[in-house]
């Protein structure tokens, strides 16, 4: 069974960065592609960033975060990275991970990310 375990949130200072992975576990299984999504307390939870396809090259960014974060993959596929700076309080949410495994959206269990003086 692929899991994807997210990990790099934390406290951290507006103005500051941090930077969140996403790695397979379990089953071997290749990010093709593969979504960070975030949830602020009270909102529903949105897309921020996407990479698709093998070569990496299909990436999008929501609106709110463009020029602020950058999604990256390893070669070997298996680690995706959210780079995220330039926060600020508004960008305080539980950051997740989701890939398609056969056909099955897979979620990361999450990482709390705090951005607060």
């Known amino acids: 069974q692929v899991q994807l375990v997210e990990s790099g949130g934390g406290l951290v200072q507006p103005g500051g960065s941090l930077r969140l992975s996403c790695t397979v576990s379990g089953r071997r299984w290749s990010l093709n592609s593969v979504g960070w999504y975030r949830q602020a307390p009270g909102k529903e939870r949105e897309l921020v960033a996407s990479?698709?396809?093998?070569?990496?090259?299909?990436?999008n960014y929501a609106e709110s975060v463009k020029g602020r974060f950058t999604v990256s993959r390893d070669r070997a596929q298996t680690t995706s990275y959210l780079q995220i700076n330039s926060l600020t309080p508004e960008d305080t949410a539980v950051y997740y991970c989701?890939?398609?495994?056969?056909?099955?959206?897979?979620w990361g269990q999450g990482t709390q990310v705090t951005v607060s003086s």
């Open positions: 989701m890939a398609t495994v056969a056909g099955t959206p897979i």
């Open positions: 990479m698709r396809g093998g070569g990496g090259a299909d990436i």
